[in-house]
């Protein structure tokens, strides 16, 4: 029968994406998939009275859209992060983080649940919540620090089109107002594709000043770079006789 939702402890659903959201910088969808994914990983790697109690603890909705019983349960943390990876479809290193993003928020609204599990071993390290300061040394792997200087600067060498600093990075697009909508409209459709797109401030009728930072960090972190480049590719393949400012 499982907890009934109104128990101590019952991992909330909505809660549960909300804070995985707040903590990788996602939105909504691209969190529920983090926790779906890692959820789902997680029940494969358990015993099997373990695997019952892990689900029946948490909300249907984290483990309906995969299979849990597979022949190929995790058998170490780069097997584990391979299958988060593959469900979320990111790199090995987001997979991680995201990955410790739901387990440490789990932990924190059910410990109990998540300490009578015998976990893996090589989970541990995923239980607290992902480091969110400091620069590159002495960061697990995985985390999303803020840039150092240097980084950002070496950075910015391979942007021309940006500008910033340490708390955010700019590009400023001028564009005739119809190409300016198409171009907007492309940027927007990242957030789907991607899990982030920029904010965008419109100047005028055909001008837009586009922003990118971590707001879990109050920083840039090697995410931003990566969404700045993302951001380039959409607005060259929207097309048409850009000039940048």
Known sequence: MGIEPNSPGWIQYRELVNEVGRRTDLDFDHARLAAEATTTVLARALKEKDRRDFLDGVPDELHDDYAINVPYAPLDLNGFLIQVGTIVHRERDQARYQAQAVLSTMCEQDRALIESLDLPDYLDEL???????????????????????????????????????????????????????????????????????????????????????????????????ELAHAVDDAILEAGAGMSAE
């Open 127 to 225: 239980l607290t919540p992902p480091p969110v300061g400091g620069g590159v040394v002495g960061i697990p792997p995985g985390g999303v620090p803020p840039l150092t200087d240097e980084e950002l600067r070496q950075a910015l060498t391979r942007l021309p089109q940006w500008s910033g600093d340490r708390r955010a990075l700019m590009r400023t697009i001028v564009l005739p107002r119809d190409n300016l909508d198409r171009v907007l409209i492309r940027l927007i459709q990242l957030r789907q594709e991607v899990g982030r797109a920029p904010h965008i401030g419109r100047l005028s009728p055909d001008a837009a000043r586009l922003v990118v930072r971590t707001t879990s960090v109050d920083a840039v972190t090697r995410l931003d770079i």
